[in-house]
């Protein structure tokens, strides 16, 4: 006991560092942020930014957006679905390759694909072979890097 007592009073705290960094800071999010999004973007919208892209011909991100986890953490306000059943995740991978190829066919292939981000939920709750699957179908839409 005296001695974690001993190591307790060997603390030294920096009041001048946590006078500057006692602050509420965002949570962890993604750019753009959720405020960002708006419901009255449509198709003819998403179409318009998607020609804009391949007329400009800019390097291309891609996020990839795993919404399954197995267990909950209370701290995350994440876009997730609660779940231990791995099978869940098969129609989801269905529509994404859908999603991939309906998005893919509207920009220029040569684009390049500079960052590829994998979210989630839990990117990890996709098998190997699933993730190899979603990386596959990525590889044969887009010019990754």
């Known amino acids: 006991m005296r001695g974690s007592a001993r190591m307790l009073d060997a603390i030294r705290w920096d009041t001048n560092l946590i006078h500057r960094y006692d602050l509420a800071g965002p949570r962890y999010t993604s750019y753009p942020t959720a405020v960002q999004f708006d419901s009255q973007v449509g198709t003819f919208d998403l179409l318009h930014a998607l020609r804009e892209s391949r007329k400009a011909a ?41 999603e991939i190829q309906l ?42 890097l």
Do not use: W
Request: net charge positive; aromatic share 10%.
């Open 58 to 98: 800019r390097p291309l991100s891609l996020y990839v957006h795993v919404p399954f986890c197995a267990n909950i953490c209370y701290y995350c306000a994440c876009n997730k679905v609660i779940t231990k059943d791995r099978g869940r995740a098969l129609p989801y991978l269905q529509r994404l390759e859908q």
């Open 103 to 144: 998005v893919a066919c509207h920009l220029d292939p040569k684009q390049p694909v500079e960052q590829l981000h994998f979210g989630g939920g839990t990117p990890t709750f996709l098998s190997h072979d699933e993730l190899r699957q979603v990386m596959n179908c990525l590889r044969q839409h887009f010019n990754l």
